[in-house]
Antibody, heavy 121, light 109 residues
Framework: QVQLQESGPGLVKPSETLSLTCTVSGYSISSGYYWGWIRQPPGKGLEWIGSIYHSGSTYYNPSLKSRVTISVDTSKNQFSLKLSSVTAADTAVYYC??????????????WGQGTLVTVSS | QTVVTQEPSLTVSPGGTVTLTCASSAGAVTSGNYPNWFQQKPGQAPRALIYSTSNKHSWTPARFSGSLLGGKAALTLSGVQPEDEAEYYCLLFYGGARVFGGGTKLTVL
């Protein structure tokens, strides 16, 4: 079955760039679908960050758009998130998920287990 | 930016029925917003329950159902079990944008 796994540094300094990678197994990214990033600050709700199509076209959350870049590497079956100029407010568990937008019945599934990123000096 | 609103908290007795709703600041929620519902328990990743208004995943218990109700998306739990105590999130699609609701903490008491 399709599985997703987030990876990247668990600690990032303020003003630096947060970088995470999601590795997909059980499905070839180049075959289709959107692939998304979602985050959840401690004790708070879910926030969609953005999604990328296998071809590279992207949708971003307007509130984060100026700082976010999502890219895809089909050769590694991975997609990545970069969030620049981070502050403590960017501390969160970051999830990746398959974003089935474009299908007749869009869904957001499956999800990775999530990775906690803390922004602190 | 569109805001999606859910009840912050609800309480239900075991065996009872409860309906969670999901409203949009952009107007009535329609099937074109493809409402999705997720369950999240402490320390776990969200688990998809309902997609595109009323479709269930293969693992979704039969007691969960999705619908549109009075201009909102709705998630109804019938015959609530203690293990249904969790946070529930809705997700709406607005063309290329996706917006999560703030979540409903469901207590089974």
């Amino acid at each position: 079955q399709v599985q997703l796994q987030e990876s990247g540094p668990g600690l990032v300094k303020p003003s630096e760039t947060l970088s995470l990678t999601c590795t997909v197994s059980g499905y070839s990214i180049s075959s289709g679908y959107y692939w998304g990033w979602i985050r959840q600050p401690p004790g708070k709700g879910l926030e969609w960050i953005g999604s990328i199509y296998h071809s590279g076209s992207t949708y971003y959350n307007p509130s984060l758009k100026s700082r976010v870049t999502i890219s895809v590497d089909t050769s590694k079956n991975q997609f990545s998130l970069k969030l620049s100029s981070v502050t403590a407010a960017d501390t969160a568990v970051y999830y990746c998920a398959r974003d089935n937008y474009g299908l007749p019945a869009p869904s957001f599934d499956p999800w990775g287990q999530g990775t906690l990123v803390t922004v602190s000096s | 930016q569109t805001v999606v609103t859910q009840e912050p908290s609800l309480t239900v007795s075991p065996g009872g029925t409860v309906t969670l709703t999901c409203a949009s600041s952009a107007g009535a929620v329609t099937s074109g917003n493809y409402p999705n519902w997720f369950q999240q328990k402490p320390g776990q990743a969200p688990r998809a329950l309902i997609y595109s208004t009323s479709n269930k995943h293969s693992w979704t218990p039969a007691r969960f159902s999705g619908s549109l109700l009075g201009g909102k998306a709705a998630l109804t739990l019938s015959g609530v079990q203690p293990e249904d105590e969790a946070e529930y999130y809705c997700l709406l699609f607005y063309g290329g944008a996706r917006v999560f609701g703030g979540g409903t903490k469901l207590t089974v008491l």
